[in-house]
């Protein structure tokens, strides 16, 4: 019996001994490198687990990703182009990610793994200003995250009133503050009052802080310097609708503009160097230069202005008196106005006027109070300019 006893004991012992460790590394882990191992838990020396991981993305297959590997050692490692499933294989690929967080799975026996996001609290955006018929009686409009951290909203036109960031539909867990556009908003605190107009919006679930800035307006392709993979390159607004970029240096190749970094809201067309940008429109093809850009997002209009170069006509010679007025705005310019185009501040248009002429009256007496937008064509330019009618 003693001898039983101490033979099981012998096999319990080199059971634990033996018991591999398995774990993930690489670039688009927590830790960032391919030197860190993060060990994963095992009840079966079989099937092993991690959960709530915050994964990066990977972009290039030879240096970014993940693997398995057995004891902190490559000599036994495990991996597949595959995500977020696949059978991983000895010295196989780079496991390519995708941001999140995930519950991973890996069994040790044929090579199987699962990455599966896990579970994530909603954050919506709840009240007046997104709602402004039914209140807080009316549902939250639900943020994006990727991690249960960061929350963001992009494409949604507020209108002026109070709101909330508020967790899961729940009442009793809402966040707030009394500043705007930015502030750190805490579990109970004043609802945050909103101004109309579209807001690109973040928040932190972690530390409150949040913020609601124009939305971005960016450019990119081949012709730039960040090719079609990489985050934009930012153009420059002070109103949300006129955005601005210098000195951009392109090669022969193609652009197109984007909002918020997402392909979800993108502008092009065969038109340069100017036209007017539609959605989900044809790459923009360029001639190698120094631009200055002028993109309109409510329209979609665009001009590229050779820097180098002495063009016959400049946006900048356009003049309007009086601005802010209460009726009637004159607007000159240095050559022969072909056509104004008037917008509201959303930018649907409201009035088509072709004067034909250097000068030109604009008749605003049935309008309301508030912000306006006009786009003045002129030969080969063109120019946006803001005007407010008091």
């Not at 319990?12 to 838990?41: E, F, K, R």
Request: with cysteine.
């Amino acid at each position: 019996m003693k001898k039983i006893l101490l033979s099981s004991l012998l096999l319990l012992v080199c059971h634990i001994h033996y018991a591999q460790v398995i774990s993930i590394i690489g670039s688009t882990s927590p830790a960032g490198n391919w030197s860190t191992d993060i060990d994963m838990a095992t009840t079966d020396n079989i099937t092993y687990t991690l959960t709530n991981v915050n994964l990066t993305t990977a972009t290039d297959p030879g240096t970014t990703g993940l693997k398995f590997r057995q004891d902190h050692d490559w000599a036994v490692n495990w991996g597949s182009a595959n995500f977020p499933m696949g059978t991983a294989v000895q010295n196989g690929a780079n496991i390519m990610t995708q941001a999140g967080t995930y519950d991973i799975t890996f069994n040790r026996s044929n090579g199987t793994y699962t990455f599966i996001p896990a579970a994530q609290p909603r954050v919506g955006i709840w009240g007046p200003a997104v709602d402004s018929q039914n209140g807080f009686g009316g549902p939250d409009v639900d943020m994006t995250t990727t991690d249960g951290i960061l929350y963001t909203l992009s494409g949604f036109y507020f209108s002026s009133g109070s709101a909330y960031f508020r967790v899961n539909d729940n009442s009793t867990l809402t966040y707030g503050s009394v500043s705007f556009p930015t502030g750190t908003a805490v579990e109970q605190g004043p609802s945050i009052q909103v101004a109309g107009g579209e807001w690109f919006v973040t928040f932190n679930r972690s530390t409150g802080a949040y913020s609601f800035t124009y939305p971005s307006i960016g450019i990119l392709g081949d012709a730039t310097s960040v090719g079609w993979l990489n985050d934009d390159i930012d153009l420059i607004t002070t109103d949300g609708f006129e955005y601005t970029l210098n000195d951009l240096v392109l090669t022969d190749g193609e652009v197109k503009f984007r909002k918020d970094n997402l392909w979800t809201t993108n502008w092009g067309s065969l038109g340069f160097p100017q036209a007017t940008g539609i959605q989900d429109g044809p790459n923009i093809p360029v001639t190698a230069g120094t631009y200055d850009v002028v993109f309109q997002k409510s329209t979609g209009h665009y001009l590229f202005t050779n820097t180098l170069s002495n063009p016959e006509y400049s946006v900048a010679n356009v003049k309007i008196h009086p601005n802010p007025s209460n009726a009637i705005w004159n607007l000159k310019h240095d050559t022969t106005i072909d056509a104004v185009t008037l917008f509201d501040a959303s930018g649907k248009i409201i009035g088509n006027y072709a004067p034909n002429t250097t000068e030109f009256q604009l008749d605003g007496s049935n309008l309301s109070n508030g912000v306006y937008f006009i786009k003045i064509n002129s030969g080969r330019d063109f120019s946006v300019q803001k005007i407010i009618r008091n």
